[in-house]
């Protein structure tokens, strides 16, 4: 089912209405949803699972007979991006799971993505053809070589109509730059070079060059017995070539300029925020590890993921960030047992809408969080198959911590944390937002009155 997004009201912060459903990928542990991103354009959206599969979405044209009515997306082309392979030097196994999918701009008719594994990034022209050429002497209409002895007339090759295919080629492969998992790629403002990051080090690609990159970051310690933290996400300014940014599982972000030196090892700033020792515990460490970062489209602004908090640090002010969002600090009484089912390890993503005015971050129970930058206010949805009947309005919800429950509430007890919203998606300009529940996808967007 392919749910709708909000539109601001009044009353409630967003309203969100369903396009037509959920998109259900599948129902096997390859079904499960790994990466969700949007082209520049927002007319394209694509998908990739566990199962080492890409899927994107096209939205359809306004249809004349109903303009005020926005166009929903359906599938546009499915392709096997990566198969499991095996590393027989270390005797690993290395999944097919597609970890982050990044659109290249438009610069003709066909479309370019980066699409990676834990080792190996693919880059992929997707196209359409509606044509086929006929009438070729040296072939008969079967394929098959014609006797040149029997052609006796030249035949000038036509191009007749077909139905429309689309067609997804891998046009490079750069592998064997990794001896970690890839967490992040990250496509320059240059469009020539892209950067892939795992738990140690940061490559420089070319995109012309497959067989070789260049390490700007590396922070593998002589002695893998003294190392501490490892890099945990990374990404390149959206308008600045020379400068990007990565972040660690000690909570840190250092931001890096290339004209500085050719290995980035020394960070140009330094970004942290001091510890409150009274909220000091066990699970500290763990907690303030940071899943994902983001630059603001403006390139102003830079925002942080860790497990209950989303952060929004000015590039100015290194020492402290300028706002901190509570995604679900009623769970801070439930570290204990989320250590033991592995869910404090879980690593949720962090998306701006095209304005940077907004931030949207996931959460469990299929809840996903929103907060207005501006207006300070926020808002809790569920995506939900129960409620994603087309073009059905998503209600508030509300987590009841303790005491008398409300009718409309969810006691934090009854939250089921095997359904989780890790990634997300923001259109680049209008409020629709693609959320990936496990298997399913939705996409909401603003209320159409």
């Not at 005020?68 to 096997?80: A, C, D, K, L």
């Amino acid at each position: 089912m392919i749910p709708g997004l909000g539109a601001l009201t009044q009353d409630t912060l967003w309203c969100f209405s369903q396009l037509k459903g959920t998109v259900e990928i599948g129902a096997t542990e390859a079904d499960i949803i790994s990466t969700v991103e949007f082209n520049h354009t927002g007319e394209l959206l694509a998908t990739g699972d566990k199962g080492g599969r890409v899927v994107i979405f096209q939205r359809e044209q306004e249809s004349k007979n109903q303009v005020h009515r926005r166009g929903e997306y359906n599938v546009y082309s499915t392709f096997q991006s990566h198969e499991p392979e095996f590393d027989y030097l270390k005797s690993l196994e290395i999944e097919e799971k597609i970890n982050k999918i990044r659109w290249l701009p438009q610069q003709n008719a066909a479309y370019f993505l980066l699409s990676t594994n834990d080792k190996t990034v693919k880059l992929w022209k997707v196209s359409e053809r509606d044509k086929r050429p006929e009438g070729y002497n040296l072939k008969d209409e079967e394929g098959r070589l014609r006797d040149p002895a029997t052609i006796t007339t030249l035949r000038v090759p036509v191009l007749r109509p077909m139905d429309l295919m689309v067609e997804a080629t891998p046009r490079r492969v750069f592998a064997n730059a990794h001896t970690y998992h890839i967490n992040s790629i990250s496509v320059n403002s240059d469009y020539e070079t892209y950067m892939s990051a795992d738990d140690l080090r940061i490559n420089l690609w070319n995109f012309e060059i497959t067989n070789q990159s260049f390490n700007i970051v590396d922070i593998k310690p002589a002695n893998m017995e003294e190392l501490t933290e490892v890099i945990t996400a990374a990404e390149f300014h959206p308008h600045h070539c020379n400068t990007f940014v990565y972040s660690s599982s000690k909570g840190t972000i250092r931001l890096c300029d290339m004209r500085a030196s050719a290995l980035c090892d020394r960070h140009t700033k330094f970004f942290e925020e001091p510890e409150d020792p009274s909220n000091r515990s066990f699970f500290s460490e763990i907690i303030s590890s940071i899943s994902d970062v983001k630059f603001s489209h403006s390139g102003r602004y830079i925002m942080t993921r860790d497990y209950l908090t989303v952060k929004v640090w000015d590039l100015n002010m290194e020492n402290r960030p300028i706002e901190t969002y509570q995604v679900h600090d009623y769970l801070r009484s439930k570290l204990c047992s989320l250590y033991e089912n592995d869910c404090i390890f879980d690593k949720f993503e962090c998306v701006w809408n095209g304005s940077d005015s907004v931030i949207m971050t996931g959460s469990y129970n299929n809840f996903f969080r929103m907060f207005d930058r501006n207006t300070k206010r926020d808002v809790t949805l569920e995506a939900s198959r129960e409620n994603s009947k087309p073009r059905a309005i998503l209600k508030p919800r509300k987590v009841c911590v303790g005491g008398k429950r409300r009718k409309d509430e969810i006691s934090v007890d009854s939250l089921d944390f095997s359904k989780k919203i890790l990634h997300t998606a923001w259109h680049p300009s209008e409020n629709i937002i693609a959320v990936a529940a496990t298997n399913n996808l939705y996409i909401f967007q603003d209320k159409v009155n």
